[in-house]
């Protein structure tokens, strides 16, 4: 079987804002891609910050920019085709289309990731925070019934409206977190997920009253929990070994 390798700056498109993180123990072997999609008016410089501090074994991370800037800002970034005002708050609205990122991580994944530098699906991974967790559960919908990437864990970012509902459930599992309270991630989000998702797990932050990024060791838990179920490794298979 042929190691996949991690990609490289020069991989990607130069338009293409990526930082790549690779594992901090270079003697084994990279099994796993993981994907940082960040949140809404962010940048993907604190999630490549994140995966560095996950440290996850055999894996090596991916933290994407978005496509587009916000309105008014120089720093702030985001995943849809055009920005949506929520009528009821005024505030910017999670919900769009993603045309534009959907091409972008065709390039990423379909272009570099298996195509240039040999990766299989299963492999690769999916952390998301609110409008990035969007993104991540609708890619990984669309994928057609036979296929299957490693996980998705979404932060308080549920699936879009105009996602897919496939007659037969996607394989990829998923993790749904959010607050206990006035989270994106209701009753009603929950059950479209587990019609559209064979296996989905979802874990509230007890106390939590709004969504956000993972405060503690308590926190993270299921979400280590839920990874190192699902990440490969390969210590420990000799070299040519056929992955059936």
Known sequence: ??????????????DLVVTIIPPQDETKPVSNILILLHGLGDTHIPFAGLGKNFNFPETACLAIRGPSTLP?????FHWGDDVIFDSSTGSLDMEAQFTKTHKLLKTIIDDTLLGKCGWKRRAIFFLG??????????????LPADGEYGGVVSLGGPLPHDAPSPGQKAKTPVMLMGAEKNSAITDGVE??????????????WRGRKEDGMLRNAEEATPMMRFFARRLRSRAGIPEGAVEL
């Open 1 to 14: 079987m042929t190691q996949p390798r991690v990609p490289e700056a020069s991989d990607f498109p130069q």
């Open 72 to 76: 008014f800002s120089e720093n702030g």
């Open 129 to 142: 925070f609110g409008q990035g967790g969007m993104v991540a559960l609708d890619i990984v919908s669309r």
């Open 191 to 204: 059950a479209r997920v587990q019609n559209v998702f064979e296996f989905v797990e979802v874990v509230k």
